[in-house]
């Protein structure tokens, strides 16, 4: 996905611990955001950012927190992960200058709590 | 309650066999509604974004249509490689977009 990029792909960590996904893009996008994916749910909203140290919540935001000091990255931590936060999570990104303000969003991590 | 609905959850159908793809959303004050394209272990990529009732866009081989309660994905003579899932989302603020959980297209050589 050009211009976006998101580490690790792949996460697998123990209860409990604390975890960060990073996502990087190269666009100069003001706003960015976290999703996280299930199954019989799709794309949920965990935390946006409409530019640096600006973020708010979203509708799965319990048990997250991010951080944005730079325009290009957002970070998303899991304090203190649980079973239940085993997803895959998605970056995205948007400009919205255009008409067409669909997101771009990363490859995705696949994180699993064991 | 479910904001954003598709059906159906899966599809297949023979190559060059049209059919059809729905959303439906119960959010008022819609500002856009996004068609997007998912290939396994990728993230969705974007089709198209429709704002007003009557509205079409096309590419290639798909078409959306939105009315006032839903929108459709038409997919006109479909090729193996169209295979994928299909997501729709809404955004009724502007900042927060509610997706539904994707039509799995398989399209049989």
């Known amino acids: 996905d050009a211009g976006i990029t998101q580490s690790p792909r792949h996460k697998v960590t123990e209860t409990g611990t604390p975890v960060t996904l990073r996502c990087h893009q190269t666009?100069?996008?003001?706003?960015m955001y976290w999703y996280r994916q299930d199954p019989g749910h799709g794309l949920r909203l965990i935390h946006y950012s409409y530019g640096v140290k600006d973020t708010d919540k979203g509708e799965v935001s319990d048990g997250y927190s991010v951080s944005r000091s730079k325009t290009e990255d957002f970070l998303l931590t899991l304090e203190s992960a649980t079973s239940s936060q085993t997803s895959v999570y998605f970056c995205?990104?948007?400009?919205?200058?255009?008409?067409?303000?669909?997101?771009?969003f990363g490859s995705g991590t696949r994180l699993t709590v064991v | 309650e479910d904001q954003v609905t598709q059906s159906p959850e899966a599809l297949r159908l023979q190559e060059g066999e049209s059919s059809s793809l729905n959303c439906s959303y119960t959010?008022?004050?819609?500002?856009?509604l996004f068609w997007y394209r998912q290939d396994p272990g990728k993230g969705p990529e974007f089709l198209f974004t429709l704002y007003s009732a009557g509205e079409e866009k096309e590419k290639e081989r798909l078409k959306a249509t939105l009315t006032k309660k839903e929108s459709f994905l038409h997919i006109t003579a479909p090729k193996p490689e169209d295979s994928a899932t299909y997501l729709c989302a809404v955004s009724f603020t502007g900042n927060q977009f509610y997706f539904g959980t994707g039509t799995s297209l398989t399209v049989i050589p």
């Open positions: 995205a990104i948007s400009d919205w200058t255009g008409r067409d303000y669909g997101y771009t």
């Open positions: 666009e100069n996008h003001r706003y």
């Open positions: 959010v008022s004050g819609l500002r856009g």
